[in-house]
Every structure is written in structure tokens, then in C-alpha cells.
């Protein structure tokens, strides 16, 4: 019992990092309907910045985590204003592809900059110092990243449902020329969802660097997941993206346990493929219909 | 119509004529003033840690080499290609090599899928190859290995000797692999079989990842369900890192061993305390240990390129992989061709380079080195544990 417990424990702690990935995904799509191929990359990015922060130039933690949460931000709303926008006229599986040349791009970019060789992320909190409750190991590290991940979901969910930003924003994804004739500004919005999505993602790197490693691949498998996770909860929905994260974490640890570790990286490929036959709008999405 | 025709078949029989006898003279590759070697690698993706350290060592050595006015007066050009460990990339970048930029020899690619992907391309095309880097235990048995030479360990022939140390010396009573499930993982997790077979140890578990894979949590449970007291690894090094620090975490501390893919310095970093007393296999000498030649080596490589700082181990053995490939061209004087190489690389008997030693080539042997040796990690350096462990010669 306590194994399972543990394989919980350990699925809850790494779901709650698939969530944050996923949020970024869901956030953009509902917005712009553009799944964002070069989430994980931005992501990566995101975190070589406060990398570069904390070590080079030896500023704080906090600062170095806000200043490049903002600066991906930006980075996002630039990618929108500089290449998404004047690519209007392309179609949406166009939009899609130049995002998979943003990935490339800022993978070479990390490589260039940073190299390919693994790194330490200095963190604040330790992956070695553990807490032990009745035969479950849980390190510090885990326990942190959950409750940051948490309170940035809950955050999230407050800016986007309890805001008249939040408003804004999903009167843009129900119906972009409707917005507009009611006077939101659409460009601006659209960019600001870019930022956040990006700063979602930097935060989801900040906080798996120190668990994975850091190097510029280190977000391939985790994007997967938070791919996977997003469509399982329903890639429309954000509560679903964070349950969806949670359950896969879930899972994919209970799965590797005590069915077979050596297909736990297909299963999210096999979640996938059943969600979108057995219920296309996930979890928690609501199916998707469009007045014509 | 019928003149035009005939104009034609003789304009063509021509320009056949004329680069026959042109290939004749001139052999791919190869000018008066150059050799084109080529190479795939992992540059970016998963491997790209391996690849950037040995392409960058290749790439140092070769401006050394060139800085000294080459070999009988022939600069060396390398032309590298990244394949981000993937097996139908570096066919691709094998082809483009060997029929666009015309490369005299391939040196080195690595990864044991990779250079069994290209392995009978490169074979059929007769194209000298010096040191796959992947298992040399897969030659034994193939044919047409007139124009391969290898001077690798074989991923088998050192998981059997890594398991026999580990039984014999280090007191190990059950072993649990961690393996990566390819053919990397998959011939060191054979080896171990077969050293199971001839101790009393006992295999209690194998464990495999992805090569994407980053949660080891469920992992780490595995393995230390399986009841081992020795856990051995065949991984990159993030995730070796990755395993041992999550094994740490969960209070599992096994003896630990690892293959030599794993012997660079940086693991000490990424790995921590959970690095510490972890046994290894090497085939040349680890620097920073005392020997002389190696660590010149390292100064004069990172002198060249300051960036093999980050991977100074893959940096040497990217330099061991080309140095017999120099020494045979050295050998086969000015006038260079596959088959003078061939013979030059032959003539090796016991050679040593400034990081390979021990060399021995021969007409009927085209493997260079049979010897591992044991070392093990101690306050963030290694120390060597035996000397030279031969195992037979397979090719």
C-alpha cells in the first residue's frame, strides 16, 4: 500500500508540472485556436535566461525567476506582433508550422548561446532533502514545485474566469470579430495571451530544471506530456488542463509501476489516440461546435 | 538523325572514359593538398552532450594537426553532420557525405542504433570507417570488414566484466540494471547476462528509459524493488544523473557501477554525493589522474577550443577515435589510398597515441584494442582500481 501511495505521490508531484505545461497550451489555443509547437522551446528558453541570471550574473533567486518570466513574456507577445500577425492571411495549420520554425529557431538559439552540455539549476529548494510520512519519500523539491504549481493554476484560473482582462480574453476566443466591433482590443490581447502562455511555460522550466536537469532538450518529454495531459482534460478547457496534468502524472507512475516501466512514455501516445476517439473534447472540454 | 545519335553515344562514351580514368587517378577524397574525413553526430537532441564533446575533440585535434602542416604536407578537413541520435538521420547525413562531399574515410558517429543503421551503406560503398562509436562486439561474425578498423570496447565484453568485478571483488550478490532501450542498453544488459551466467551473482531486475525520458521517480522504485544490491548503469549522462539522484532520494543506495560512457568528470556536478565511490570501466587513461600524455592532451585541446572544458573525457575520446586514422595516413606516406591506409593500419602492432593505447591491427584483425580497465570514483576524482583486463580479440 504504501508503494502505491508512493507512485502516487510521486505522479501527483511530476502532474502538477504536466499541468502548468498544459495550461500554457490550453491558454493559447482557446485564444487563437494555435496549438503553440514551440511551447516546450520557449519554455526552455525561459529558463536558460534565469539561468544565465543566476549564474553569470549572480542575481537572486526571485529576481532572476520574475525578470525572466517577464522577459519570455515578452518574447511571446513579440513572436505574436513581429510573426503570427503579419502571417494573417496564412490558415491556421500555417500559423501552426511557423510556430514548429519558432522551435527550431530558439533551440538553436539556447544551443548557440548556452551549449548542449547538461547543468546544474541552483534552486532554492532541495531535491535531496526529504520528508518521510509513514514510508512515502518526498523531497522538498516536490513538495514546493506542487504548491507553486498550484497557486499559478489557481491564479490563472482567477485572471482568466474573476477579471475583466479574463472577460476580454475569452470574448476573443468565442468570437474574435464580435470582440472587436465591441471595442476589445483584439491585437492586444492576443499578444498578452502569447506573454502569458510563455511565461506559464518558463515557469513550468524554472521548476522542472532542477528535477531534469537543465539542457536545451530538456523540455522534449515534458511538452509531450503537458501535449497529452491538454488533450485528456479537454484542450479547450483550463481546469481539464490541470486535471489532465494530474492524471497523467498519476497514471503514467502507476502504470510504469506495476504494468510495465518500459511503455510508460507510450502510454501518454496511446491517451492520445483514445481520447480522440472516445471523447474528442476530453475530460472536462465541452465539445466544440461552430455556428456557420 | 541517325549522325546526331551517333555524335551522342560517342560524347557519352567520352565523358565516361574521361572520369574513369580520372576515379583511377584520383582517389575520393583525397587531393594534393587535402583529406576529406567525415562524420555524423549528435550535435543537438538527446546525445548532443557525447556528440559536441567527441565532435569538438575531432575537431581540435585535426586544427592541431593542421597548425603543424598536416600529414606529408595534406591538411585534414573534417565535414561534420548532426544526426541528434537518430538512426534514419544519420543515414541520410552518411549518404550526403559519401556521394555529395565525396569524404576519403568516416570516423567515428556515434551510437550503437545509429552505426548499425548505416553500417551495410557504408560497408557495400567500400568507404574506410575508423571507430564506430558503438558497440564492437556487433562486428563479430560480419563480413567485407576489409575497410573497417576499430579501436572501441565492446558494450558486451564490458558488461560481463563489469558483472564479474562486481561478483568477484566488490562482494555483489544480485545485480538490477538501468539500461537505455536501444541497442547501447540492450548489448551492455547482454554482457551483464553473460556475466551472471559465469558467477554466482543473481540478476534481479531490468530496468529500461527512453532516451526522452526525464521523471526517473518510477524508475528508481523499480529498481530498488527489486530487492539488488548493486545497480548498473548503461545511460547518457543526464539520465544516469537523473537515476542515481533520484535512488539517493528514495533511501535506495546500492554499490554502483556504470559503463565508461559515463566516465566524464561532469558527472561528478550533475550527480552530487550520490556520485561518490560509483565503479566505471575505462579504455584509455581518465585525465587528471597522472598520466602526462592525456592530460597534455586536454591542455592542448582546450588551448585549441576552451569550450571541451564542459566534456573534457568525450573531448579525449573523440581524439582517440581519429588518432590511429592520423597515424595510418602518417604511416601510408604520400602516396594515400584506401588500400596504402589499409596497410599502414595493419602494420599497427602494440601502437600508442598520445590518449589510445595498445594498439594492434592485423590482416585478420581489424579490432584494435581488447582491454578495459577499473576505476572508481573518490572525492569527485577517479582512481584506478585494476590494471588492464583483456577480453578476446572478436574480429
Not at chain 1, 523540455?219 to 488542463?241: E, H, N, R, T
Not at chain 2, 551473482?201 to 529500461?208: N, Q
Not at chain 2, 573523440?318 to 591506409?341: H, K, L, Y
Amino acid at each position: 500500500m504504501a508503494l502505491l501511495a508512493q507512485y502516487v505521490v510521486g505522479g501527483l508531484a511530476v502532474g502538477s508540472l504536466y499541468a502548468l505545461v498544459a495550461l500554457g497550451i490550453v491558454l493559447l489555443y482557446r485564444t487563437s485556436r494555435v496549438l503553440n509547437f514551440a511551447h516546450g522551446d520557449l519554455a526552455t528558453f525561459g529558463t536558460f535566461l534565469a539561468f544565465a541570471m543566476l549564474t553569470a550574473a549572480r542575481w537572486p533567486f526571485s529576481v532572476s525567476a520574475t525578470l525572466s518570466l517577464l522577459l519570455t513574456a515578452v518574447l511571446g507577445a513579440a513572436f505574436f506582433f513581429f510573426i503570427i500577425r503579419p502571417a494573417k492571411e496564412s490558415s491556421l495549420l500555417g500559423k501552426i508550422v511557423i510556430t514548429l520554425g519558432l522551435a527550431l529557431v530558439l533551440q538553436g538559439a539556447t544551443t548557440a548561446l548556452w551549449g548542449t552540455d547538461t547543468k546544474i539549476f541552483p534552486f532554492p529548494l532541495s531535491e535531496t532533502k526529504v520528508y518521510r510520512l509513514s514510508g512515502i519519500v518526498i523531497s522538498q523539491l516536490s513538495v514546493g514545485s506542487f504548491a507553486v504549481g498550484l497557486v499559478l493554476m489557481a491564479g490563472l484560473y482567477g485572471l482568466v474566469q474573476h477579471t475583466r482582462l479574463g472577460l476580454a480574453m475569452r470574448a476573443v476566443s468565442q468570437d474574435t470579430v464580435a470582440a472587436q466591433v465591441l471595442g476589445i482590443p483584439v491585437k492586444r490581447i492576443f499578444a498578452l495571451t502569447w506573454g502569458l502562455a510563455s511565461a506559464l511555460g518558463a515557469a513550468s522550466g524554472i521548476l522542472l530544471a532542477p528535477v531534469t536537469l537543465l539542457d536545451p532538450y530538456m523540455m522534449l518529454d515534458p511538452f509531450l506530456k503537458g501535449f497529452a495531459a491538454a488533450v485528456l482534460g479537454g484542450i479547450d478547457s483550463m481546469p481539464g488542463a490541470a486535471v489532465g496534468g494530474l492524471v497523467l502524472g498519476v497514471v503514467e507512475s502507476v502504470f510504469a509501476g506495476y504494468i510495465s516501466v518500459r511503455f510508460k512514455t507510450t502510454l501518454s501516445f496511446l491517451i492520445i489516440i483514445a481520447v480522440l476517439v472516445i471523447r474528442p473534447e476530453g475530460l472536462l472540454g465541452q465539445e466544440y461546435k461552430r455556428r456557420v | 538523325m541517325k549522325t546526331a545519335s551517333r555524335l551522342c553515344l560517342v560524347v557519352a562514351l567520352l565523358v565516361v572514359a574521361a572520369t574513369g580514368a580520372g576515379a583511377q587517378s584520383q582517389e575520393r577524397g583525397v587531393t594534393d593538398t587535402e583529406i576529406v574525413i567525415g562524420s555524423s553526430q549528435p550535435l543537438s537532441g538527446p546525445a548532443a552532450f557525447w556528440g559536441q564533446g567527441v565532435g569538438g575533440g575531432m575537431d581540435a585535434y585535426i586544427r592541431m594537426i593542421n597548425d603543424r602542416g598536416g600529414i606529408n604536407g595534406r591538411k585534414l578537413r573534417l565535414v561534420l553532420r548532426d544526426d541528434g541520435y537518430s538512426p534514419t538521420r544519420a543515414v541520410a547525413n552518411v549518404r550526403e557525405l559519401v556521394e555529395r562531399e565525396r569524404v576519403f574515410a568516416i570516423v567515428s558517429l556515434i551510437g550503437s542504433a545509429n552505426a548499425f543503421a548505416v553500417r551495410d551503406y557504408i560497408i557495400e560503398n567500400s568507404v574506410l570507417w575508423v571507430t564506430p562509436t558503438a558497440d564492437a562486439n556487433m562486428w563479430a561474425g560480419f563480413r567485407n570488414k576489409k575497410y573497417l578498423f576499430v579501436t572501441y570496447p565492446g558494450y558486451v565484453d564490458e558488461g560481463r566484466i563489469l558483472t564479474t568485478y562486481a561478483a568477484q571483488k566488490e562482494g555483489a550478490k544480485s545485480v538490477a540494471v538501468f539500461y537505455q532501450n536501444d541497442l547501447y542498453g540492450q548489448k551492455g544488459l547482454l554482457g551483464i547476462k553473460r556475466g551472471v551466467a559465469e558467477t554466482k551473482i543473481k540478476l534481479a531486475g531490468a530496468v529500461p528509459y527512453e532516451v526522452t525520458d526525464r521523471d526517473m521517480s518510477g524508475h528508481a522504485l523499480k529498481l530498488r524493488q527489486s530487492g539488488a544490491d548493486s545497480v548498473i548503469l548503461y545511460a547518457t549522462p543526464t539520465q544516469g544523473a537523473l537515476i542515481v539522484r533520484e535512488m539517493a532520494k528514495i533511501g535506495f543506495t546500492p554499490k554502483l557501477f556504470a559503463s565508461f560512457t559515463l566516465a566524464d568528470p561532469l558527472m561528478f556536478q550533475l550527480a552530487g554525493d550520490a556520485w561518490n565511490g560509483i565503479i566505471l570501466t575505462a579504455y584509455f587513461p581518465v585525465p587528471g589522474v597522472g598520466d602526462v600524455k592525456v592530460d597534455g592532451m586536454l591542455d592542448a585541446l582546450l588551448k585549441v577550443n576552451p569550450q571541451l572544458r564542459a566534456s573534457p573525457f568525450n573531448a579525449l575520446a573523440g581524439v582517440s577515435f581519429i588518432e590511429p586514422f592520423v597515424e595510418a595516413v602518417r604511416r601510408a606516406g604520400p602516396n594515400v589510398t584506401r588500400d596504402s591506409v589499409v596497410r599502414a593500419f595493419e602494420s599497427m602492432k602494440n601502437w600508442d597515441g598520445d590518449v589510445i593505447r595498445g594498439v594492434t591491427f592485423g590482416p585478420n584483425q581489424h579490432q584494435g584494442i581488447n582491454r578495459i580497465y577499473i576505476i572508481k570514483s573518490e572525492n569527485r576524482q577517479y582512481k584506478k582500481l585494476t590494471d588492464w583486463i583483456t577480453y578476446p580479440v572478436g574480429f
